[in-house]
């Protein structure tokens, strides 16, 4: 390998740690803006807010299990 | 000279509150009509095509039920001038907000493909190949948001819907039996509830009230700079479009049951342009209709749906996201437009992609979503502290909690029967 490809490489590889870590401080930053929800977590938003937490962990299982049983069929 | 002038003077006030509301009119229209988008339209033609005029009435209900849940949108982008991605990230906190990000844009690009196979399909009928439909479409969408207004690209989309409206001319061409249709209004379900009506009426459910709609409404509303005075004004769009959005339903179903359902059983079809091609024999002319108004259809859908997902991604990530800016002053906005767009549409043309599986996948994938989205929107409507005089009332959540239990239910059972077929 030249060293113009080595140095090629290196940019490359600079290029996507960059972008990878700028990606992931952003996600920080933005979960650090919004860390304190605003919503008042009165008893009836609370109720919601899990009810409607069973109703994803439920359907994730149930999509879970489709893709399993196709899968074993295939 | 002197008749007009008279003319004007008589009708002065309703020229000057038409020239206001047209002024004002746009989000409530477009979102409503792009909701008849390719698989909305596939959905109407099919249930013609297997129930003819019996399940109208059905359709014409979901009309003020689609009108409650965007009304809420409309007053929640009013009152705080922010997008729906935005709205849940600031009151939900990151949990939540990132559960709908992602599951947004997952679920508006796998429906941006199924828009594309509709437009595709639609073309092909008048035998155009799919790389160009692709392509053509993709340029044609790319300047339409390219000239910096919202005023222009709301008022170029505005005459896309109203090409929306080529069905209601289509099937008078076919001098339909009105009255036979004045008594299909009344309630009644064709040999009782069977568990293929409930699929019909399930899929008609699903596709009247997605949740794209809940974010692009939201951010077209603060897009386009509507304030608290602007109201009633952006309610009465909202009307409008849900009436429209009921009658091209309504129209789309008496064209199919008409040329296509053969009583007891009905005809089964398996998309819009199927059912163009079909027709295209005996009524060419109703059949190119149908081909157009479903390629229309896609497009209005792609336009919304592609722009809901770089809305929610610019608020959320705090990037200039306005159709009013230049794509050299919101290029990470408008990045994100095209790169949606072009792998969308790229998608569609890999050879032995699984389309069809994509298309139910959308169905499967949308209650994921819809569930929270529409649960956030009641809740975030009740806070006194954000929406002030605006918040819900007792009849508004009554018929907001009503509403919003029965989709749920109902676009749950049809996610279930698409994934296990036989339980139905």
């Known amino acids: 390998m030249s060293v113009d490809n080595v140095s090629y490489y290196e940019e490359d590889e600079n290029w996507i740690s960059r972008t990878t870590n700028g990606w992931i401080a952003k996600v920080k930053e933005i979960n650090k803006k919004y860390s304190q929800p605003r919503l008042k977590m009165t008893p009836l938003v609370k109720a919601m807010l899990l009810i409607l937490r069973l109703y994803l962990i439920v359907l994730v299982a149930i999509l879970v299990y489709k893709f399993y049983t196709v899968v074993s069929f295939r | ?424």
């Open chain 2, 1 to 424: 000279m002197e008749f007009w002038a008279s003319l004007f003077y008589k009708y002065r006030r309703f020229v000057k509150w038409l020239s206001l509301y047209l002024a004002l009119a746009g989000p409530g229209i477009i979102v409503m009509v792009a909701d008849n988008d390719a698989g909305g339209i596939t959905t109407y033609a099919a249930t013609g095509a297997k129930f003819g005029y019996s399940l109208i009435w059905f359709v014409i209900l979901l009309g003020p039920a689609a009108f409650a849940v965007q009304e809420m949108c409309v007053r929640l982008g009013v009152v705080t001038k922010r997008g729906h991605a935005e709205a849940i990230f600031d009151a939900f906190g990151p949990f939540w907000g990132w559960f709908s990000l992602i599951d947004l844009g997952f679920l508006d690009f796998l429906t941006l493909i199924s828009e594309f196979v509709g437009m595709t399909a639609a073309m092909r009928v008048f035998g155009v190949p799919p790389v160009v439909t692709v392509i053509c479409v993709s340029i044609l969408m790319i300047l339409i948001v390219m000239n910096g207004r919202y005023w222009t690209w709301e008022k170029i989309v505005l005459l896309f819907c109203g090409l929306n409206l080529i069905y209601i001319p289509a099937t008078l061409l076919l001098h339909p039996d009105f009255n036979q249709i004045q008594r299909s209004l009344i309630p009644y379900f064709p040999n009782g509830i069977t568990p293929n009506i409930f699929f019909f009426l399930m899929a008609n459910i699903g596709t009247t009230i997605a949740p794209w709609m809940l974010f692009f409404h939201q951010s077209s509303v603060v897009d386009k700079g509507l304030t608290e005075k602007d109201m009633p004004w952006a309610r009465f769009d909202t009307v409008i479009g849900s009436f429209f959005v009921i009658l091209v339903a309504a129209f789309v179903m008496i064209l199919t049951g008409m040329l296509l359902y053969k009583p007891p059983d009905g005809t089964d079809i398996e998309n819009a342009a199927q059912a163009a091609q079909v027709i295209m024999g005996s009524h060419p002319l109703v059949g190119s209709a149908l081909a157009i108004g479903l390629f229309d259809a896609g497009l209005l859908g792609a336009i919304c749906i592609s722009l809901a997902s770089s809305w929610a991604m610019g608020e959320v990530f705090g990037w200039t996201h306005s159709i009013n800016n230049k794509v050299s002053e919101a290029p990470l906005f408008y990045a994100f437009y095209f790169v949606s767009l072009v792998a969308a549409g790229t998608v569609v043309l890999i050879p032995g992609a699984p389309l069809v599986l994509i298309t139910l996948f959308v169905q499967v994938i949308a209650v994921t979503l819809l569930p929270a989205a529409l649960v956030f929107l009641i809740l975030l409507l009740n806070q006194e502290e954000l929406m002030g005089k605006y918040k819900n009332t007792l009849a508004q959540n009554i018929i907001g909690f009503s509403i919003v239990a029965m989709i749920v239910a109902l676009s749950t059972l049809y996610a279930l029967s698409v994934l296990f077929p036989e339980m139905f």
